[in-house]
């Protein structure tokens, strides 16, 4: 016992399904090139290694919500484009400027920008961002005019530099809705509008992952991808596989306690759950507080071949799969210590039937598994095989890697 350390609880982050996928995407996107999405500490994922994967597959941009989430990316040495579009009155936009991050303006923010940009004596590096139709950020098609003209005067005194225009897509992972059909024609028409203006627009960008899989009229110069560089399908009717992408996350731990209950055993607060038959209850030692959804009652758990349902409510710390069958206990199949796979690749159950069993999307389920929750990530040299070789964000130092993390595995030493 002891000699391989395992994480308790742990997602692994494969890079190598990560650069797979953003070489993918950049094959779709071609010639438009691509920012990968790194916000929200990488969908879950990691920030700084998960930059580090995207840019060693060719990636050209970062992009985040938040200049902070930027600014930590140059600390760690990232020196690629970065584009930040989510800003408060609050938001250091000295540290953007100075950081060298590109900044996504729809209105008020200009002002901003440009007294951080006098303040440094260094020019700012702006993104126009129209609201096409989302109804969220972004200027209103009736005050673009106003918004280019304010933009020119800044450029003309040198304070700023507009390199971009942009847009976000409401309705892309519903192909066939119109609603992006009239998105496209308005954002064309501010493109249009800010030449006409007098800006050099270098960098125009509106697709997101379902845009870039679905509309290659949405393309333009840059594609901003999130999703699908985490190996995951945006669209309701097509897995990962259908769209040639890897799921790159795998959650896992191991059952901390087996145990022969009879017909009739409540299971968990409130008794939601009573066994019909004498079975084996197996204890999974995550639980909300990891960032399981509480309501995903249902949602399935791998333990070496087959899959077990969650029954009961799931807690804070802990969740309870139901065996199946009874005397498991004393015998030399008694999962105490296996490996449980709540999601990932191969075997594994998919996010997506956790988002279903939690009435969410697999942006979600990902997004929010908590710092409780080691991030293990494997590949993190692309040449390097090995499993020794963790990195960065959410990782406590010393920790490795199993030898082999592959969904599945269920045998500890
Ligand atoms: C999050 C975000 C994206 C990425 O969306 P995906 O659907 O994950 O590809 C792109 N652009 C903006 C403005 C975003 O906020």
Not at 16 to 39: E, T
Not at 398 to 408: L, M, R, T
Request: charged share 20%.
């Amino acid at each position: 016992m002891g000699r391989v350390t395992f994480p308790e609880r742990s997602v692994e982050i494969d890079l190598d399904a990560l650069r797979h996928n953003v070489g993918h995407l950049r094959d779709i996107a071609h010639p438009a090139r691509v920012m990968a999405v790194v916000k929200a500490d990488a969908y879950g994922h990691g920030a700084v290694p998960v930059a580090r994967a995207a840019l060693e597959a060719g990636a050209a941009w970062l992009g985040v919500a938040h200049i902070s989430e930027g600014v930590e990316l140059r600390r760690a040495g990232i020196e690629a484009p970065i584009l930040s579009w989510l800003h408060t009155p609050h938001s250091d936009f000295v540290a953007g400027v100075e950081n060298g991050l590109d900044l996504g303006i729809s209105g008020w923010e200009l002002d901003h920008v440009v007294a951080a940009a006098r303040e440094l004596e260094r020019p700012a590096i702006v993104h126009l961002k129209i609201d096409t139709g989302l109804g969220r950020n972004g200027c209103p098609a009736e005050k673009w005019d106003e918004l280019l003209s304010r933009a020119v005067g800044y450029q003309d005194e040198g304070v700023i530099r507009v390199v971009g225009v942009f847009s976000h897509l409401a309705v892309a992972d519903e192909p066939t809705r119109p609603e992006t059909d009239r998105q496209l024609e308005l954002f064309r028409e501010a493109v249009a509008a800010a030449e006409n203006a007098g800006i050099d627009v270098e960098i125009r960008h509106l697709a997101n992952t379902p845009a870039t899989f679905s509309r290659p009229d949405c393309h333009f110069d840059l594609v901003r991808v999130g999703l699908g560089i985490y190996g995951l399908s945006p669209f309701a009717d097509q897995g990962s596989a259908d769209l040639g992408l890897k799921p790159v996350m795998t959650f896992s731990t191991v059952i901390s306690t087996c145990k022969e209950v009879p017909k009739g055993q409540g299971v968990s607060y409130g008794h939601a759950y009573r066994t019909q038959e004498a079975t084996t209850l197996g204890l999974i030692p995550v639980g909300y507080g990891d960032g399981v959804p509480r309501i995903a009652t249902g949602a399935p758990v791998l333990v070496g071949e087959r899959i077990y349902p969650v029954v009961g409510r799931i807690a804070m710390d802990q969740l309870v799969i139901d065996l199946g069958t009874p005397g498991l206990v004393d015998s030399s199949e008694s999962p105490l210590g296996k490996r449980a796979v709540l999601f990932g690749g191969g075997r594994a159950p998919a996010v997506e039937d956790w988002a279903a069993a939690a009435q969410t999307i697999n942006y979600e389920i990902v997004t929010r598994i908590s710092g409780r929750v080691e991030r293990v990530h494997l590949h993190v040299d692309g040449a390097d095989d090995a499993g020794n070789d963790t990195a960065g964000i959410g990782s406590p130092s010393g920790a490795s890697a199993p030898d082999d993390a592959g969904a599945g595995d269920d045998e500890l030493a």
